[in-house]
């Protein structure tokens, strides 16, 4: 099992660009979440989805979008970025609350 | 509203103790903790439950105080592996409001 795979592993934007981060998972978990991780912040979330169709805001959700088509996959995306959102980007899934759950290896994103 | 973690960095030498703390302002249901070495992805350790028991998994333990809001990692004579940064994540109800803390970073040398 390949687990949680994000894509892609570093990235450089301009000011202004659009991108979107990828998620997938292959363990049919409901539970799919994105964090940011910034030195000395620990991880914050942005966005969480419950289930295919369900997505909602977590701590820090401004310039950012989601949607869950399929439960496989939970993309991110950059509307229009700023330098303040370089970071290093993890995308978690569980089975459900309160269980265990499985990171990607992140995207360090840097905006120049 | 994040947790605090105590102490925020420790420095330890193989086979030595360590306790790691997690508080919150709020009530809690539930307390997650997981570990994280560099440049690596964070890693599940366990997961304590309002009104639940004490969990350990080989040298590394956890208690969580309902009353006082807290949880503590223990790590028992801690091994090189052992180093990384240390993350609590607390719940106010069951899928509600999960917050990490800032981290514990945890060096162990020989």
């Known amino acids: 099992n390949a687990g949680v795979t994000q894509t892609p592993k570093f990235q450089v934007l301009k000011t202004g660009q659009s991108m979107t981060l990828q998620c997938a998972q292959d363990?049919?978990?409901?539970?799919m979440s994105w964090y940011r991780q910034d030195p000395g912040m620990g991880l914050r979330l942005i966005h969480y989805s419950v289930g295919a169709g369900i997505t909602d805001q977590g701590e820090v959700p401004n310039g950012y979008n989601v949607s869950r088509s399929t439960t496989e996959d939970f993309p991110l995306r950059l509307l229009s970025a700023a330098p303040s959102q370089t970071s290093v980007y993890f995308c978690?899934?569980?089975?459900?609350?309160?269980?265990?759950?499985?990171f990607g290896q992140g995207t360090r994103l840097t905006v120049v | 509203q994040q947790p605090v973690q105590s102490p925020q960095a420790v420095i330890l030498r193989e086979g030595e103790d360590a306790v790691i703390n997690c508080s919150s302002s709020?009530?809690?249901?539930?307390v997650h903790w997981y570990r994280q070495k560099h440049g690596e992805a964070p890693v599940f350790l366990m997961i304590l439950l309002k009104g639940g028991e004490q969990k350990g998994h080989d040298k590394i333990s956890a208690s969580f105080n309902e009353k006082k809001q807290q949880s503590s990692l223990y790590l028992t004579a801690s091994q090189l592996s052992y180093s990384g940064t240390y993350f609590c994540g607390t719940e106010i109800d069951y899928g509600q409001n999960f917050v990490f803390g800032p981290g514990t970073r945890l060096s162990v040398l020989p």
């Open positions: 709020k009530a809690l249901y539930s």
């Open positions: 978690a899934s569980s089975y459900g609350a309160n269980t265990e759950a499985f």
């Open positions: 363990m049919n978990h409901e539970y």
